[in-house]
């Protein structure tokens, strides 16, 4: 740039420059006035979103007509109490059904630290719903958030209720002795689905919110159907069922003509599918698979593609959709814990939204909510948490190693050594007493083992060491064979655990609950097929009917540990481990022996232990 004699500006640039340098100036000060007042400019902008969310919007309404004809849509307007919705919720509050001992019960819970109004951050802890002698399972929000429709059998038989969130009023929605189970509301909150076990098969039937008439057949076929959702778009119901001959995926289209309006979406390969669940726009089914590898894996369909395989949105077994879809919850069982993570929603990769949360016990469904400030979820009367089941603090350390332990007869039972651990003795005495009144039958009166003095081999080459502590038991085996008991894998990786269900004697509804998967038969070994003899068994060939009691669960509730199945267990029965159970209390093997036999004996377990 060339410069006058005197080194100053020409004059006509000099009139050029200053505007520029005070527009440049001014711009400059606008942009710092709006990144200050972008907070408090967000927030009221939001602040607008929640409140237009209270206007009314067209939903589907369920007229009453016979079971055979089609539910039609009718332009309903959603109420959302302004109460109830003061702030927005990014991530929202959970309503999940957690095990404690043998109930189930109704928690509250928000995972995320969010910002209510300005006033800092906080979250939600899980916070006790219901409690009582009974249990509540596969919880759903109603759409205007103000209901929680659930099972129970708190009052016998399973049935579905309705809790009122605002005033903490239970009502009771079905009233029969078959079992009814996991409610979806409709988008517009007139009508419930839900499975109910019908002749000794599982079916999903509609029932309005008034109950102005009775429920209607959705599904009519031979084969079960059950864990109806329902979609955010009112038309489409999903649903698992065994009418292709394996578990897979389905939905209930309602504008069919067809009686039968099931329509089958493409399936992934998967020995176990569970918990079919729909984003907020219908866009999305998500549900959880278990491959033949033993991975727990999410797949989602994608309605606008149809005929396009499922992706893989990652690892899990119970999914639930949060928001419009930007958030994907899952459930994660492990063989002895559970957990709760998230993932971001479909457009992203499967990445970790949320750290693996461990819960205190196994979900039993759960259902969110774009949540508002749930503090009011405190004037709630709920009652007290459960008592433990049984005096769970191990044996001093300072016994350890000095074989002081007493072994105690045990009344009424058979076994080829009916002794047990003191401290083990109460534990079984109470899991027993628990298997009669929900079973009622002693299913536990006779062991196929108990203790096992040193002097006495075990199976070859299967490790059954907690058996010599007077810690272990061996079920007895006996009513697999009867058809009063059924396995059903449980794998994990590599390592197959089990899960034992016991038959119940009341086969009216009002002790147990019916199967959704194919039992595991051992027995197909020896059916003379190549493939079965090489893989331990077989899958059933139809889902046990009737009602069953997940002995596993008890045994677990009661502190009796379960173990996976050696590497070689399909060609050896006693290799499945089982029937094998251990009330460890936290110790190592060497801990628990120490307790039975003095210093100088332990030094020979490896010659009686493995003869």
Same mark, same amino acid.
């Given at each position: $740039?060339?410069?006058?004699?005197?080194?100053?500006?020409?004059?006509?640039?000099?009139?050029?420059?200053?505007?520029?340098?005070?527009?440049?100036?001014?711009? /400059?000060?606008?942009?710092?006035?709006?990144?200050?007042?972008? !907070?408090?400019?967000?927030?009221? /902008?939001?602040?607008?979103?929640?409140?237009?969310?209270?206007?009314?919007?067209?939903?589907?309404?369920?007229?009453?007509?016979?079971?055979?004809?089609?539910?039609?849509?009718?332009?309903?307007?959603?109420?959302? +109490?302004?109460?109830?919705?003061?702030? %927005?919720?990014?991530?929202?509050?959970?309503?999940?059904?957690?095990?404690?001992?043998?109930?189930?019960?109704?928690?509250?819970?928000? !995972?995320?630290?969010?910002?209510?109004?300005?006033?800092?951050?906080?979250?939600?802890? &899980?916070?006790? $719903?219901?409690?009582? %002698?009974?249990?509540?399972?596969?919880?759903?929000?109603?759409?205007?958030?103000?209901?929680?429709?659930?099972?129970? @059998?708190? @009052?016998?038989?399973?049935?579905?209720?309705?809790?009122?969130?605002?005033?903490?009023?239970?009502?009771?929605?079905?009233?029969?002795?078959?079992?009814?189970?996991? *409610?979806? #509301?409709?988008?517009?909150?007139?009508?419930?689905?839900?499975?109910?076990?019908?002749?000794?098969?599982?079916?999903?039937?509609?029932?309005?919110?008034?109950?102005?008439?009775?429920?209607?057949?959705?599904?009519?076929?031979?084969?079960? +159907?059950?864990?109806?959702?329902?979609?955010?778009?009112?038309?489409?119901?999903?649903?698992?069922?065994?009418?292709?001959?394996?578990?897979?995926?389905?939905?209930?289209? &309602?504008?069919?003509?067809?009686?039968?309006?099931?329509?089958?979406?493409?399936?992934?390969?998967?020995?176990?599918?569970?918990?079919?669940?729909?984003?907020?726009?219908?866009?999305?089914?998500?549900?959880?698979?278990?491959?033949?590898?033993?991975?727990?894996?999410?797949?989602?369909? +994608?309605?606008?593609?149809?005929?396009?395989?499922?992706?893989?949105?990652?690892?899990?077994?119970?999914?639930?959709?949060?928001?419009?879809?930007?958030?994907?919850?899952?459930?994660?069982?492990?063989?002895?814990?559970?957990?709760?993570?998230?993932?971001?929603?479909?457009?992203?990769?499967?990445?970790? $939204?949320? !750290?693996?949360?461990?819960?205190?016990?196994?979900?039993?469904?759960?259902?969110?909510?774009?949540?508002?400030?749930?503090?009011?979820?405190?004037?709630?009367?709920?009652?007290?948490?459960?008592?433990?089941?049984?005096?769970?603090?191990?044996?001093?350390?300072?016994?350890?190693?000095?074989?002081?332990?007493?072994?105690?007869?045990?009344?009424?039972?058979?076994? *080829?050594?009916?002794?047990?651990?003191?401290?083990?003795?109460?534990?079984?005495?109470?899991?027993?007493?628990?298997?009669?009144?929900?079973?009622?039958?002693?299913?536990?009166?006779?062991?196929? @083992?108990?203790?096992?003095? !040193?002097?006495?081999?075990?199976?070859?080459?299967?490790?059954?060491?907690?058996?010599?502590?007077?810690?272990?038991?061996?079920?007895?085996?006996?009513?697999?064979?009867?058809?009063?008991?059924?396995?059903?894998?449980?794998?994990?990786?590599?390592?197959?655990? #089990?899960?034992?269900?016991?038959?119940?004697? @009341?086969?009216?509804?009002?002790?147990?609950?019916?199967?959704?998967?194919?039992?595991?038969?051992?027995?197909?070994?020896?059916?003379?097929?190549?493939?079965?003899?090489?893989?331990?068994?077989?899958?059933?060939?139809?889902?046990?009917?009737?009602?069953?009691?997940?002995?596993?669960?008890?045994?677990?509730?009661?502190? #009796?540990?379960?173990?996976?199945?050696?590497?070689?267990?399909?060609?050896?029965?006693?290799?499945?481990?089982?029937?094998?159970?251990?009330?460890?209390?936290? &110790?190592?093997?060497?801990?628990?022996?120490?307790?039975?036999?003095?210093?100088?004996?332990?030094?020979?377990?490896?010659?009686?232990?493995?003869?």
């Amino acid at each position: $740039m060339d410069e006058n004699a005197n080194g100053s500006l020409p004059p006509e640039l000099k009139a050029w420059t200053l505007p520029n340098v005070i527009l440049i100036g001014t711009g /400059i000060l606008l942009l710092i006035a709006a990144i200050l007042l972008y !907070p408090e400019a967000r927030q009221r /902008i939001d602040q607008q979103q929640a409140l237009s969310t209270q206007t009314a919007a067209p939903t589907l309404t369920l007229p009453s007509p016979s079971p055979t004809e089609t539910p039609q849509a009718t332009p309903q307007a959603v109420h959302r +109490d302004p109460e109830i919705y003061t702030y %927005p919720s990014q991530f929202g509050t959970l309503i999940l059904a957690i095990q404690e001992g043998t109930d189930i019960h109704l928690f509250a819970y928000q !995972p995320f630290l969010e910002d209510w109004g300005g006033t800092g951050f906080s979250g939600l802890p &899980l916070t006790r $719903m219901t409690s009582g %002698p009974h249990q509540d399972i596969t919880p759903d929000i109603s759409p205007d958030g103000r209901y929680i429709a659930f099972s129970s @059998n708190r @009052n016998g038989p399973w049935d579905i209720y309705i809790l009122d969130l605002l005033t903490g009023d239970v009502e009771q929605f079905t009233d029969s002795a078959a079992y009814d189970a996991n *409610p979806s #509301w409709s988008p517009d909150g007139q009508w419930l689905a839900y499975e109910s076990y019908q002749i000794n098969n599982l079916e999903i039937l509609l029932q309005s919110r008034d109950r102005a008439s009775g429920p209607i057949p959705l599904t009519r076929n031979p084969a079960a +159907d059950f864990a109806p959702d329902w979609s955010g778009q009112g038309r489409w119901i999903s649903f698992i069922s065994s009418r292709s001959g394996r578990l897979e995926v389905w939905y209930a289209d &309602l504008d069919s003509p067809e009686e039968d309006k099931a329509v089958r979406i493409p399936n992934p390969p998967g020995e176990i599918v569970k918990h079919p669940a729909w984003s907020a726009d219908g866009r999305y089914l998500t549900w959880s698979v278990v491959t033949q590898e033993g991975n727990h894996s999410l797949v989602t369909w +994608d309605s606008q593609h149809p005929n396009q395989d499922p992706v893989y949105s990652g690892t899990g077994d119970w999914p639930l959709w949060a928001g419009d879809g930007e958030l994907l919850y899952s459930i994660v069982e492990q063989p002895y814990e559970s957990y709760l993570t998230a993932y971001p929603g479909p457009n992203d990769d499967p990445q970790v $939204m949320l !750290p693996a949360v461990k819960l205190p016990g196994k979900v039993e469904g759960f259902s969110w909510f774009g949540g508002e400030d749930f503090s009011w979820l405190a004037d709630l009367s709920s009652g007290p948490a459960p008592t433990p089941l049984w005096d769970s603090a191990a044996r001093a350390e300072g016994n350890a190693g000095q074989g002081t332990a007493d072994l105690i007869n045990l009344r009424n039972v058979s076994a *080829p050594s009916p002794k047990f651990h003191e401290d083990a003795v109460s534990s079984f005495s109470d899991l027993r007493a628990e298997v009669i009144r929900e079973t009622g039958w002693d299913f536990l009166s006779t062991l196929e @083992n108990a203790y096992v003095p !040193p002097d006495q081999p075990l199976a070859p080459g299967v490790n059954l060491d907690w058996l010599y502590t007077g810690r272990g038991m061996a079920v007895n085996d006996l009513p697999r064979l009867a058809n009063w008991l059924v396995l059903a894998r449980d794998d994990h990786g590599s390592q197959t655990y #089990w899960r034992v269900y016991i038959r119940t004697i @009341n086969q009216q509804g009002f002790q147990g609950s019916p199967l959704q998967f194919y039992s595991w038969d051992l027995q197909a070994r020896y059916s003379g097929k190549n493939a079965d003899y090489e893989n331990g068994g077989a899958l059933s060939k139809a889902i046990p009917q009737g009602y069953w009691v997940d002995f596993t669960a008890l045994a677990e509730a009661y502190g #009796w540990k379960r173990f996976p199945a050696e590497t070689f267990w399909q060609f050896s029965e006693k290799a499945s481990r089982y029937q094998y159970f251990a009330f460890t209390q936290g &110790l190592s093997l060497e801990e628990a022996l120490g307790q039975v036999y003095s210093a100088e004996e332990l030094p020979s377990y490896e010659s009686f232990a493995n003869p």
